[in-house]
């Protein structure tokens, strides 16, 4: 079956990192996506990985592993406006559908 | 920036009614979607469609439901006889590229059965 892992919830503090870890088991992987979702919103794209290795995109970096099914979106710098619910997403051979995680919802203190 | 964009923002209504929900994805893209997020839990792939047709459904997508592309430019969702359990958001997305590109996504419709 598919299976998407990621934690519920971490807090850190303004100017911080925050890394965000995602483990997957899915049949067919086409690639994984990161999105932010505020509270009653879309889920906006962030990131894009399909091959091994670290995706720069000025703040925010992406990782995939594949032989080990793992993901991670490192968050630099943070800022209150990072406060947001993150998911990882992957996305299946069949038609490019995506199969999300629950989302782990990051809290950015002062 | 283009955007998909989704009406109504909120639509409420009475068990067993039909609902149509609306999209009008990118203009230059090919592959469209639907997922729904019922509140506070994860969002669920619906149906996929490309060229006419729907490519892929998932077990919610029951025979209630139905998608459209009735012109050009709009893409709709269909359920004929509402549930209590189908309040939900339904957010509607596209993608140039199916797998490869990321999908878009519209700001979503808030669907309250009651």
């Known amino acids: 079956g598919q299976n998407i892992d990621q934690p519920t919830e971490m807090t850190a503090t303004e100017g911080a990192i925050v890394q965000i870890n995602c483990t997957y088991q899915?049949?067919?992987?086409?690639?994984l996506f990161w999105y932010q979702q505020h509270a009653g919103e879309a889920p906006t794209f962030l990131s894009y990985?399909?091959?091994?290795g670290l995706e720069e995109k000025g703040r925010f970096s992406s990782f995939l592993s594949r032989s080990k099914g793992y993901s991670y979106l490192l968050l630099k710098e943070l800022q209150m406006k990072d406060s947001a619910s993150y998911l990882c997403?992957?996305?299946?051979?069949?038609?490019?559908?995506?199969?999300f995680g629950a989302g782990t919802q990051v809290v950015v203190t002062p | 920036e283009p955007e998909v964009t989704q009406t109504p923002s909120h639509q409420v209504t009475q068990m067993g009614q039909e609902v149509i929900l609306r999209c009008v994805p990118i203009?230059?893209?090919?592959?469209f979607y639907w997922y729904r997020q019922i509140l506070g839990q994860k969002v669920e792939f619906l149906v996929s469609f490309y060229n006419n047709e729907i490519s892929e459904k998932s077990e919610i997508f029951d025979d209630q439901f139905s998608v459209e592309r009735p012109d050009g430019s709009n893409f709709t969702l269909k359920i004929r006889s509402t549930k209590l359990e189908d309040s939900a958001m339904y957010f509607c997305?596209?993608?140039?590229?199916?797998?490869?590109?990321?999908?878009?996504f519209g700001d979503g419709t808030r669907l309250s059965i009651l």
């Open positions: 990985n399909v091959l091994d």
């Open positions: 203009s230059n893209h090919l592959y």
């Open positions: 997403a992957v996305s299946l051979i069949s038609w490019g559908k995506l199969q």
């Open positions: 899915t049949s067919g992987f086409n690639g």
């Open positions: 997305a596209s993608s140039a590229k199916q797998g490869h590109q990321p999908q878009h």
